[in-house]
């Protein structure tokens, strides 16, 4: 506990990512629950001075003693950087809140989105809290409240996530290709022709610009991507329903940042249109864009740099009448990571000061 303040002190490690800035960002703007705020990234960041709260704070190195007398470590470090240093985070003495895939399948390792299972924070016994991937949670809000009313059976995702969501790399790689692709009427005619002027892929397998690829993650048993199956044990895990049926096609579009999600979900109880947009637009992170005549439904470029769940085009299957098609689009550096994080932290935080 900062003993100035008697607030908890946070650590944001990874300050210096895609992630971390918008969590730098997300605690200049939200309420103001910590004492210290240490910023910490890899050595080759260390010495960088960064933002937070209106002042400037140096970013220091990953090291053990960086957690010395810290009470909530929020972690935006790639997959293996948090598998070995979240325990250590742990055993001196904070509680880790951590948005990498590292433990959310993890037993003892709560999956937590505060708008749909905020009792979870507290049954962490290895005093870890992670949250879902980005595309589970530009979903997971709003198909958690319609899963309140009708119960949810059956899930069919088909993902259309942007170039962010694979770091500063994923948005570098995406620019560059576009540049390259830019203005060419040429382009987009003949098999390969696009392949042939993009030059680095980055992380991606295919070209990106003018392009879409139907691989996000890595490779899953079956054919399935780690991306689908996290989609799958994410959502189970989180609505407390191990046996749900999902799946998810996992695709990345040319869109810098945020991701978008078409949904087929069955449901236990007949279903209503209206009645469905009503408990979307009355839940607490999602707001309903849903006009047809008017053309209103969610889209990246209009809701990239906000918080909420954007829900439309919100139907009653003409087949099933159990069943609601919609599409979702969210931010997946606020909501799909930094947000989601920020949030838990929040909880630790007034648990923390009573
Ligand atoms: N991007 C998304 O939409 C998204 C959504 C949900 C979850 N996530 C998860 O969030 C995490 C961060 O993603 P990102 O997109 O922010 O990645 P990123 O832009 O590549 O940033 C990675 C961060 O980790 C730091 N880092 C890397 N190696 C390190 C090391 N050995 N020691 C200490 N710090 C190290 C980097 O520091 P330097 O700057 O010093 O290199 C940087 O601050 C990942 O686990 C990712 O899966 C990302």
């Known amino acids: 506990m900062d003993s100035a303040s008697g607030l908890p002190t946070l650590a944001v490690i990874g300050a210096t990512g895609a992630v971390g800035a918008v969590m730098l960002d997300l605690l200049s703007t939200r309420r103001d629950m910590y004492g210290e705020i240490r910023l910490v990234g890899s050595d080759r960041s260390a010495g ?24 909530i470590a929020a972690f935006a470090v790639p997959t293996p950087v948090a598998a070995e240093w979240a325990p250590v985070a742990a055993a001196r003495g904070a509680v880790v809140v951590d948005g990498s895939p590292a433990f959310r399948s993890g037993p003892g390792v709560p999956l937590v989105v505060p708008e749909v299972n905020p009792e979870r924070v507290r049954e ?17 809000v709003a198909l958690g409240a319609l899963h309140r009313r009708y119960g949810l059976r059956e ?29 060419d009427r040429a382009l987009g005619n003949r098999a390969g022709d696009i392949r042939g002027v993009v030059g ?9 610009a003018m392009n879409v690829v139907p691989w996000t993650g890595t490779p899953a048993p079956g054919g399935w991507t780690s991306d689908e199956i996290a989609v799958r044990n994410e959502t ?30 069955v449901f236990e109880e007949r279903t209503n249109q209206r009645e469905a947009q009503e408990i979307l637009a009355r839940s607490p992170g999602v707001v309903l864009c849903d006009n047809p005549e008017t053309h209103e439904f969610p889209t990246p470029s209009d809701v990239v740099g906000t918080d909420p769940t954007w829900a439309g ?5 003409l087949d099933d009448p159990r069943a609601l098609d919609l599409f979702l689009c969210g931010d997946n550096l606020r909501k ?19």
Request: include cysteine; charge should be positive.
């Open 124 to 140: 962490r016994p290895r005093g870890i809290v992670a949250g879902p991937g980005c595309t589970t949670l530009s979903m997971i």
């Open 200 to 208: 680095e892929l980055g992380p991606f397998p295919a070209p990106l």
């Open 236 to 265: 189970r895990k989180v609505l407390g329903l191990p046996n749900l049926k999902v799946s998810a096609t996992c695709v990345r579009v040319p869109v810098v940042t945020a991701h978008s999600v078409a949904v087929h979900a």
């Open 155 to 183: 899930l069919v995702a088909a993902s259309y996530q942007a170039a962010s969501s694979a770091g500063r790399s994923g948005t570098d790689t995406l620019y560059a290709q576009l540049e390259k692709v830019g203005g």
């Open 336 to 354: 799909g990571a930094a947000l989601n994080t920020a949030q838990i932290a929040e909880l630790v935080a007034a648990e923390q000061t009573g």
């Open 48 to 71: 960088r001075i960064l933002r937070v709260r209106g002042r400037s704070v140096e970013a220091v190195p990953l090291t053990r003693e960086v957690f010395d007398g810290v009470d």
């Open 313 to 317: 085009r919100v139907r009653r299957s």
